[in-house]
C-alpha cells in the first residue's frame, strides 16, 4: 500500500510538472517531501536539487536571476524555499519570460497558508500538493490492529512509526518537537519562547477533545485569552 501511494503520488506530480511551470509540494517537515521528491527527479535528465537550509546551495542563488536563467532548461527543485521568501517574485519574472512547464519543483514545511502567501505572485504559475505523514490506509492494508495501535501511539511520521523499537520512537518525537518550537514555530512570526509553548502543548494535549477553554489556559500560562487565542 505505500508503494501504491508513493507512485501515485509520484504520478500526480509529473503530471501536473507537464502542465505547469512550478509544482510545490507543502506538508511538515519530516514527512517524506525530499524523499518524494528526490525519487522523481533522479529520473529527469539535468535536473538540480537545492537545499536552502544548506548554506553552499544559497550561496549558489546569490544572483538568482543568473542561476535560473543559466539552468533554463533544466528541472529546479528548491528545498525549504520558506527559508528564502524573496525567491518567489525572482521565479515570477523567470517564469514569466521563458513561459515552459516543468521548471520548478518547489518544497515548504512551513505554514502552507504563509506560503501560499508569500507565493502570491506566482498565481496562474503554480499548483499545490499537500503531503501528510502516514495514512491508516497506507500502513494497514489488511487491518491489523497491531499496526493500527503502533500508527495511534507512534504517529505517522516516518522514522518514528518504522523505529526499532519504543524508546526510539519516542527520542525522535521530543527531539522534533523541540527542533519545532524552538526553530520552525518562530519562522511563522510567533514571538513566545520554546519553553511556554511548550507548556502550552501539552495543556492542549491534556485538554484534548474537550471544549477549549483560552482563559483558563491563559490564567495557567499568565498570559491573555487573546495570546492563547
Known amino acids: 500500500m505505500q508503494s501504491y501511494i508513493k507512485r501515485l503520488l509520484t504520478d500526480k506530480i509529473r503530471q501536473r510538472l507537464k502542465h505547469m511551470p512550478a509544482v510545490a509540494i507543502l506538508g511538515p517537515r519530516q514527512c517524506g517531501k525530499s524523499t518524494l521528491a528526490k525519487s522523481i527527479i533522479a529520473n529527469i535528465k539535468n535536473s538540480i536539487y537545492l537545499d536552502l537550509e544548506r548554506p553552499s546551495d544559497v550561496n549558489k542563488l546569490r544572483a538568482p536571476e543568473a542561476f535560473l536563467s543559466i539552468n533554463s532548461d533544466r528541472l529546479i527543485c528548491l528545498d525549504e524555499i520558506q527559508r528564502v521568501p524573496e525567491l518567489f517574485s525572482v521565479l515570477r519574472s523567470v517564469i514569466d519570460e521563458n513561459r515552459v512547464n516543468g521548471r520548478f519543483l518547489i518544497l515548504g514545511s512551513a505554514s502552507p497558508d504563509l506560503i501560499k502567501q508569500s507565493s502570491e505572485s506566482l498565481a496562474g504559475r503554480i499548483t499545490y500538493l499537500e503531503l501528510t505523514p ?5 500502513v494497514n492494508k489488511s487491518g491489523d490492529s497491531k499496526i493500527l495501535r503502533k500508527l495511534w501511539l507512534r504517529g505517522g511520521f516516518p522514522r ?11 527520542e525522535w ?6 527542533t519545532f518550537l524552538e526553530r520552525d514555530i518562530p519562522q511563522l512570526r510567533f514571538k513566545i519562547p520554546a519553553k511556554k509553548l511548550e507548556r502550552f502543548w501539552k495543556m492542549c494535549a491534556h485538554t484534548h477533545g474537550q471544549i477549549a477553554n483560552c482563559s483558563k489556559l491563559g490564567e495557567s500560562l499568565g498570559v491573555s485569552h487573546h495570546t492563547i487565542r
Not at 518514528?160 to 519516542?170: H, Q, T
Request: charged residues 25%.
Open 134 to 138: 502516514f495514512l491508516s490506509l497506507e
Open 160 to 170: 518514528s512509526l518504522l523505529a526499532g523499537n519504543e524508546s526510539v520512537s519516542f
Open 173 to 178: 518525537r521530543s527531539d522534533f518537537i523541540r
